[in-house]
Structure formats: C-alpha cells, structure tokens
C-alpha cells in the first residue's frame, strides 16, 4: 500500500527493543507538558517563570465525573504548577531561526496571559468574552502567533486511499476535511521545506485503514497496528525528521474508535507523538498534554442539515425540556433509557426516533439536548446541539472535551454525572431562565469554531485543530 517499501511489523510479546522505546517515550513526553493547563486563577496560563533556565512544569489532573462538584469549573484537565529546573533533553539540531520565532511567541503569550479576567475585541462586532475563554487576551496573541509563523510539512509517502485521503460524508467527516484540508487547500501553514516546519503531519486514514485492511468480524486490530509501524519506519528510514525527536514534532489525526489502538502500532507514536483523536478517552491512553481532542461531525452527503445552518431566534418558544433518540451503545445509554424512555412528557428521551417525528426539528424545539456517550466517549451529537443551540448536556466520563484548552466548557453546556442520570429531570429544571439564556449566548459565541468551512476561516474548526497543534508543539524546545 505504501511506496517505498517499510518494513514489517505485526503483534506478540513484545521485545526488549519496545519496552525500551516505550520507557524512553515516556521520559521524552515530559516536554510536552502544557503550560497552557493553568490553575483556577491564571486561566490561560503561562509557560516558564523566573529566568529561562527554569522551566515551570504544570502538574495535570483529570477530573473525572465522580470528583466534581456542582461549583467545579467544567474543565476537562486542571493542574496545579510547581517550579523545576529539569530541561527537555530533545536531541534535534535546532534551526535556530525557528525556535527564537518560537521563543518569543512564548514570551508575547505570556505578557498578553497577564492581563486576566478582560474581554477582547477582535474587530467592532466580535468579542471574545472572559465568560467563555480561559484567558481571552492569551488566546488571541496565541491564535495571531500561530498564524504569524507555525509551518506545517505533510509527508508525502504512502499511496491513496489509504494515504492522502478520508471518509468527507459521514460519521468521521472531521477526519477526512482535515486531510484534504491539508493536502489541497489555500491554507498558508502547509510548507514544502520540511527543514522550517515545526510539526510534521502524517496524512493516513484509520477509517480507511479499517475499510481496505481490516477482515469484518474477527476484532483483529493488528492489520491497522502493523500499517501505522511500517508508515513510521518509512518515513523515519527515509528522513531525519522523526529520529531528532522520536517523533515528538509529528502528529496524526484520525476520528475513526480504533484510532488509539492502531497507534499502538509504534511505541512512540503512541506515547510521545501528538495524537488528535475524537476517542479522546483519558482511561484508555488519551493524554492531554500532548494528544488533541477532535469533534465528532457527522456530515450527511457532506453538508450541515439545512435546519441547523440558521436556529431560530433567542425568543422562539422551546416546548421540550430534553430530547434524545439513539441506539443502546456502550453503558451508559441503557442507564438513560431506563430511567427516561417514555416516562416523562417533558423529556423526549427514543431508542429510535418516532417515524412522524424529524431528527433535527426535535433538537430545535427542545431547550436541553442530551449527549449521551456510546461505545466511545466522543458523540456527533454535541456539536449538533451546537449548530441547534441547544445546550448540551454531557454524559460521560473519561471524556477530555475537544478544544477545552482555550474554551470554558462551563459556559455553553451542561455535564452530569452518570450516577446522577435519575435526577436529570431535577437538575435541567434547576437550570435559571438567566442561566440558559447566558448558555445559549456561548452556544452563539463558540459556533465558529465547531464549524467546517470551505474554504476555511479564521477561528474555524480547521484552525482551531491546529491551534491545539500549535500549543503543544510551543512546549516543545529543541536545543
């Protein structure tokens, strides 16, 4: 499938090759911690203090459903951050250019961090708001940085479909717009010279993967495991890219389930490489300070549903509380559906959406949508409610919501605990008119960042994938 030959792979015991490689990736992530994941006070964060050669190491914590409180900040990764005078050790010749750019977008970052708790006007109609970002000022000097100078080189080798294409009209559309996005599009990230580029993306399709090598039925996953190690050894036999950092500076994208588990077809692919997956599970190996959360866009023949391009206004009336319709997946939706399905005329909660009833009329008519997690944590319903604006309600856990870096995931949905799912009822009508007015408002202001455009636009979903690239790569020095 791939040119170039690559090398062999496959599973069993693993040799002592591997469990090195997988201990060395796992002293070599450290450079990826994020400054960016600060404590409740700095909010955007900052990335060193004091002098250069300390290096402030945030310490990050997952909060799961169970540890939060009803007054807990909804974010996905908090921390709390201690001082150190470790340095990275990544052996890549720096191009000294490079990082002196990447050295002083920090240090304009960290002066635009400082200014706390302020909006931000971008141009007269469009704001920011310190109710929905982190650390708005941090966010935008990080958004004009990145588009100031980060550099992109797609490698070239691998054949298609495999390779240089995706799945654009279904359930993982996030995945293959990307990919054409990258490839085809008039985007200025993308660089032909491989030596200024500060990532490195490696364009395969796991969805692809799973359609032209994996055998229906059999659950075997090592097909898609041996594709991802022979892609590696390619590039890596053929380019010195990969080697200078063990791949710390590449990333893939896939939103297919099995994503994480073909990238456990490299070591460290699979624990130093940016990963940016929709299964962004932090109980089966998602890490956030260095892997990406995708949104989940199902994309029906390749467009939004024309119901959700333009909601009706703030003031039309929402008769419903809450609205589900889906399939029993994973184990939390017969949870739901044996407490809800049919039990309550203000909560419309289907195993399978009435015949007379349409998808995406009942989400507009309903002020609550709820966001049940299946087989995998990621649902495309989370950003259908978005298009709908109506206020999500996120039932999950393990779930490291996409984008929650830079936004507050507080201010524009709704997450309840599972063990909760009883009184779901109690809690929706506990929401103030105020409240939901407040969280529709953010709905309207995060939009644009859910929304796959063609050609993209600024602060679109293309962007803000890359943003999220584009932060981690920054806490990674190369010296």
Known sequence: MMKNGGGGGGGGVASPIVVLSVVFAASIAIVFVLGYFSDRANGFGSFYSGSEAELKIPRVELVTAAARTRNDESRAVLSSEFSSKFKPTVRRRANNKLEQGLARARAAIRKAASIRNKSVIITKNDILSSAIYWNPSAFLQSYKEMERRFKIYVYQE????????????????????????????????????????????MPFSVTWMVKYLYKPNTYDLTPLKVFASDYVKLISTKHPFWNRTQGADHFMLSCHDWAPHASRGDAFLYNTSIRVLCNANSSEGFNPQKDVSLPEIHLYGGIVNP?????????????????????????????????????????????????????????????????????????????????????????????????????????????????????????????????????????????????????????????????????????????
């Open 158 to 201: 691998g054949e298609p479909p495999i390779v240089h294409d995706g799945p654009c009209k279904d359930i993982y559309t996030s995945e293959g717009r990307f990919i054409h996005e990258m490839e085809h599009g008039n985007n200025k990230f993308r660089t032909s010279n491989a030596q200024a580029a500060h990532v490195y993306f």
């Open 307 to 479: 119901k959700l391009i333009s909601p009706p206004p703030s003031n039309t009336s929402r008769p419903y509380l809450a609205f589900f319709a889906g399939g029993i997946h994973g184990s939390i939706r017969p949870i739901l559906l044996k407490h809800w399905k049919d039990r309550d005329s203000d909560l419309h909660i289907y195993e399978y959406l009435p015949k007379d009833q349409d998808y995406y009329d009942s989400m507009l008519r309903s002020k609550f949508c709820l966001c049940p997690s299946g087989y995998e944590v990621a649902s495309p319903r989370i950003v259908e409610a978005i298009y709908a604006e109506c206020i999500p309600v996120i039932l999950s856990d393990h779930y490291v919501l996409p984008f929650s870096d830079v936004l507050r995931w507080d201010a524009f949905s709704i997450q309840v605990d599972i063990s909760e799912i009883p009184r779901l009822k109690e809690i929706l009508l506990a929401v103030s008119e105020d409240k939901y007015m407040r969280l529709k408002e953010g709905l309207r202001a995060v939009r644009r960042h859910f929304v796959l455009n063609q050609p993209v636009e600024r602060f679109d979903m293309f962007h803000t994938i890359l943003h999220s690239v584009w932060l981690r790569r920054l806490n990674l020095r190369a010296r």
